[in-house]
């Protein structure tokens, strides 16, 4: 299964910041993820995560491995080594920006997960 977040800057250049957040209702493994672009372009998605009780505090889930674009229109990594790769259910995740992107005016972050529980 896919948990997807969509980043859009409305026409313009995404700004770098926190852009939202999404609670997950099951418990899962984080395997891999995917980034398609609108354009060609460059951009760094760190992911965090909490529990609801510790939300608005969330700590990097992505380790050095955030999902990006280089220079290109889509990304990905299957071979995750830094990630804390459990969800609980119910965790909030936080999707943000880094810094200002080069042309991506919009980006969806799919994250491969498995079920377990």
């Known amino acids: 299964m896919s948990i997807e977040y ?5 026409g313009s250049v995404i700004t770098a910041g926190t852009k939202g957040y999404l609670e997950i209702p099951f418990a899962c493994s ?53 990630w804390s790769w459990q969800i609980n259910a119910g965790d909030i995740l936080e999707f943000s920006v880094n810094a200002t992107p080069s042309t991506v005016t919009r980006v969806t972050v799919s994250l491969k997960a498995v079920r377990t529980a």
């Open 6 to 10: 969509v980043i859009d800057g409305g």
């Open 30 to 82: 984080i395997n891999a993820w995917t980034v398609v672009g609108d354009a060609a372009g460059t951009i760094v998605i760190p992911v965090k995560n909490c529990t609801y009780a510790n939300f608005p505090t969330t700590y990097s889930l992505s380790g050095t491995e955030a999902p990006s674009l280089n220079a290109a229109q889509k990304g990905q990594d299957t071979n995750l080594t830094t």
